[in-house]
């Protein structure tokens, strides 16, 4: 892939998005990771590219305990570099309070309680978005969309620049903005990309130990997973197919990959799903 065509491309896209729709705020939930930080940078480029349209990035971040030392410092990193206008918000008294009121009936699971913590993001950044007259930026990528590690109504936001790269090539497009975009070692942009590149992958909410990786595929890389997602994808269940990617990592490893992809289909089917009024109105 040509990643300087990429970045300009997600660039002047998300310009002529927001023109197009009379908006004037890019809204991002900074989490540390890599996601958040190159969507950061992008939303930076927007604004710097077209000083006469007058835009403006506003970069939030809204930790919550399950949040590591080093993911809110790579977010702190992150906001400083790259926004117009940044502040934390720690959301952990509302969390356990919304928790708490949900317990009432039924016990929580780890990932019922990070979906209460994306959900309380959400708000947070839609009101935002609201009264600044923005937009809400989504950071989700290809293979966390085809593995479902999101939540409905939670981190799925308005327009997402990264959408259609797999996970490591979003590390691949952060090595070239830290190569050839941004390489002072001593720019704040060149040390918040290189602190997100660094970082281990999470969800942020504490569903498990570990990393993503620890979830996904224990002892593999994303360009495993992803090659394995973009497989399926592309063949299906073709044996040939499945006999290389079983030779190359497991059965287990294939398995426990397709599983997710199959389980969370639901979620990337268009919401809310609607009874199709030809059924009954004839």
């Known amino acids: ?20 729709n009379g908006l004037k705020t890019m809204i991002l939930g900074l989490s540390g ?9 992008i ?36 906001m400083r570099a790259f926004c117009n ?26 990932i019922s309680q990070g979906n209460i913590k994306a959900r309380l993001r959400m708000i947070y950044l839609y009101n935002l978005a609201s009264v600044t007259g923005g937009l809400v930026m989504d950071t989700d990528n290809l293979t966390e969309h085809n593995l479902g590690f999101w ?21 691949e497009l ?4 830290l190569t050839e ?47 394995i997602l973009d497989t399926y994808l592309k063949h299906g269940d073709d044996e040939q197919q499945m006999k290389r990617l079983v030779d190359t990592y497991s059965a287990e490893t294939v398995e426990r990959v397709l599983t997710r992809h199959r389980r969370s289909e639901f979620k990337r089917k268009r919401m809310p799903l609607v009874i199709e009024r030809s059924l009954y109105d004839s």
């Not at 990771?33 to 940078?41: E, I, K, M, N, W």
Request: hydrophobic residues 30%; charged residues 25%; proline residues 5%.
């Open 181 to 227: 975009r941004f390489t002072d070692e001593n720019d704040p942009r060149h040390q918040s990309l290189r602190a997100a590149y660094d970082i281990m992958p999470t969800d942020g909410n504490g569903v498990a130990a570990g990393g993503d990786m620890a979830q996904i595929a224990p002892g593999h890389t994303y360009e495993d997973v992803d090659d």
């Open 1 to 20: 892939m040509n990643y300087k065509k990429a970045f300009d491309t997600m660039v002047s896209e998300t310009a002529k998005y927001l023109s197009d």
């Open 151 to 171: 939540t409905i109504h939670g981190d799925v936001a308005d327009y997402n620049p990264i959408g259609g790269l797999w996970k490591h090539e979003v590390y």
């Open 33 to 41: 990771g890599l996601d958040s930080t190159v969507t950061a940078a």
């Open 174 to 177: 952060c090595k070239y903005l």
């Open 43 to 78: 939303c930076h480029e927007v604004v710097n590219q077209h000083p006469e349209r007058q835009f403006k990035f506003i970069g939030v971040s809204l930790p919550c305990t399950s949040n590591s030392v080093e993911e809110n410092d790579s977010a702190s990193l992150a």
């Open 85 to 110: 206008e940044c502040w934390v918000e720690n959301l952990q008294a509302q969390y356990l309070l919304v928790k708490a009121t949900c317990e009432q009936r039924y016990p929580s699971t780890p």
